[in-house]
């Protein structure tokens, strides 16, 4: 429920974004709801019923759980925005949600589904129901998924995505059946190490990830 201070309350939260003025908190609830800080209002910006008919009836979002910025600056920026502006960066947002990836235009708070197209893995037959999420310098997305036991790596402009570990991986990242992701869950990234920490059923796995995904986007060919 949105309202000031105690009058607001949530259902389920799952995930939570903050600016880097914090001034602004992002939650994930049954909805998108945003947080101003200063004056302790709750907004809701984002709901799985506003998609119905609004874009079309495949991109409705339910259970949405991380949240995570676009650092990329891939927004429109104003005449006196920099690239380098950490607002510029906040005003696009991707959002896990069950079987689906979404990015939200905080400026307009239009909602677009990027993902899954196959929503299947072909290797175990499951949905592919995202949970944890980051994104890397290039602009890939990097998606765990519990379900189908695998990291996914997604180009959220071109909305496609291969596995990066996992069962149905090709250049597998761990040379030992026992070190494959068996429930990712999220992860966080060592950028100087070039490498991801992921939290797996209980255990922390170390990954390798490859070089060109800490190449800045604006630097890509």
Same mark, same amino acid.
């Given at each position: 429920? &949105? ?5 607001? %309350?949530?259902?389920? +939260? ?30 809701? +910006? ?12 495949? *991109? ?40 689906? +990836?979404?990015? /939200?235009?905080? *400026? ?25 999420? /980051? ?17 996914? /790596? ?16 090709? *250049? ?19 950028? &100087? ?24 986007? %604006?630097?890509?060919?």
């Amino acid at each position: 429920m &949105d309202g000031v201070g105690s009058a607001a %309350s949530f259902h389920d +939260i799952l995930g939570l974004l903050c600016t880097s003025g914090g001034d602004k908190l992002y939650v994930s609830d049954l909805c998108i709801r945003m947080i101003d800080t200063p004056n302790q209002t709750v907004t809701t +910006i984002a709901t799985h019923r506003s998609m119905y008919g609004a874009i079309a009836t495949d *991109n409705w979002f339910h259970g949405p759980k991380k949240l995570i910025f676009d650092r990329t600056a891939t927004a429109t920026a104003t005449a006196t925005t920099t690239s380098a502006s950490s607002d510029h960066f906040e005003r696009v947002m991707y959002i896990t949600a069950q079987f689906s +990836i979404f990015r /939200l235009d905080l *400026n307009t708070r239009s909602l677009c589904r990027i993902g899954w197209p196959p929503r299947s893995d072909t290797a175990w037959g499951n949905p592919i129901d995202p949970t944890g999420m /980051l994104m890397t310098p290039s602009g890939h997305l990097i998606v765990c998924a519990e379900e189908t036991h695998s990291i996914y /790596l997604v180009d959220p402009i071109a909305c496609t995505h291969t596995v990066l570990a996992g069962p149905a991986a090709q *250049n597998a990242v761990w040379t030992s059946e026992s070190r494959l992701p068996d429930q990712p869950h999220d992860l966080i990234i060592l950028e &100087d190490e070039r490498c991801a920490y992921v939290i797996d059923h209980g255990r922390l796995l170390h990954m390798t990830l490859p070089a060109h995904l800490f190449i800045s986007a %604006s630097n890509r060919k």
